[in-house]
């Protein structure tokens, strides 16, 4: 009989820690800067993404909140030393809402797992599974996107 108690207390514990692990990853991806993505704010019709944020070579991953609908890119820097902008998402798997995710030198398509390598994103790198375009200039020790640009990337959300 006694087995049999601890054996409920046991399971219980069990249990209630799961729902706890569950509970707090939930309000762990809601709070600000524990997610994957960073929220950005539009100032007289631009977004600046400060280029020490990717010095390491390691995408960001943000969103922009546009009438109610969340769009998201990331930025990352090439191996060339240039910066490269995208959504997360592209023409062939954006109904997935999967995303991309950085593998060394390469952005792999979350849904599809094609891989891009980082220095071929751009204009040049569109349609199917490349990550959509989002242009981007720097301007001193920023990033800047147009906030009509990043608008344009609404149909993949």
Wanted: aromatic fraction near 10%.
């Amino acid at each position: 009989m006694e087995a049999s108690k601890s054996k409920k207390v046991v399971w219980g514990v069990a249990i209630v820690g799961a729902l706890l692990i569950g509970a707090v990853s939930v309000f762990a991806l809601n709070i600000p800067g524990l997610g994957k993505y960073q929220k950005v704010k539009v100032v007289n019709g631009t977004v600046t993404i400060p280029v020490a944020k990717l010095s390491d070579g390691s995408a960001q991953f943000y969103k922009f909140e546009n009438g109610g609908k969340e769009i998201t890119f990331f930025a990352v820097k090439a191996a060339d030393g240039s910066y490269r902008t995208a959504f997360d998402a592209c023409d062939s798997c954006f109904k997935s809402r999967k995303g991309y995710e950085q593998q060394g030198d390469k952005m792999n398509c979350k849904n599809c797992n094609q891989k891009f390598a980082i220095n071929r994103l751009g204009p040049n790198a569109t349609g199917g599974c490349n990550p959509g375009y989002l242009p981007n200039q720097v301007n001193g020790a920023s990033i800047v996107l147009r906030a009509d640009d990043l608008k344009a990337g609404a149909r993949y959300f």
